[in-house]
């Protein structure tokens, strides 16, 4: 009786596990664009709930993945460190959890 009860409670649990959804994770790009104009950018990286982590995934300046530190709460998009020269054109993509945005503090540092 015993060995029937716990392999009916094994079984219950194992069918649980199974029978868990896949959770699919869902993107937006906030897109932003300007001229370089010496200074560097910086952006405020909300938590994204759950397991997700911060809610910025990827960085991308000027088809180029930006490889430094953005797992965190903050982070600065230090231009000066890539050959940047004043007046250059400069697109940004940020890869954000869709639902949850980053926010760009000094967003006037991207000259028009």
């Known amino acids: 009786m015993k060995v029937a009860l716990l392999a009916i409670v094994i079984l219950l649990g194992t069918a649980t596990v199974f029978s868990q959804e896949i959770k699919t ?5 906030l897109t932003l664009s300007g001229k370089y104009t010496g200074k560097n950018l910086f952006v405020k990286n909300p938590f994204g709930g759950d397991d997700d982590g911060f809610t910025v995934k990827s960085v991308i300046i000027d088809d180029e993945i930006y490889d430094e530190a953005i797992d965190q709460s903050a982070f600065e998009l230090k231009f ?3 050959n940047k020269k004043i007046d ?6 940020i890869i954000h959890l869709k639902g949850s945005k980053p926010d760009v503090l000094n967003i006037e540092v991207l000259g028009q």
């Open 25 to 29: 994770i869902d993107y937006d790009t």
């Open 80 to 82: 000066n460190e890539r």
């Open 88 to 93: 250059d054109d400069m697109n940004i993509m």
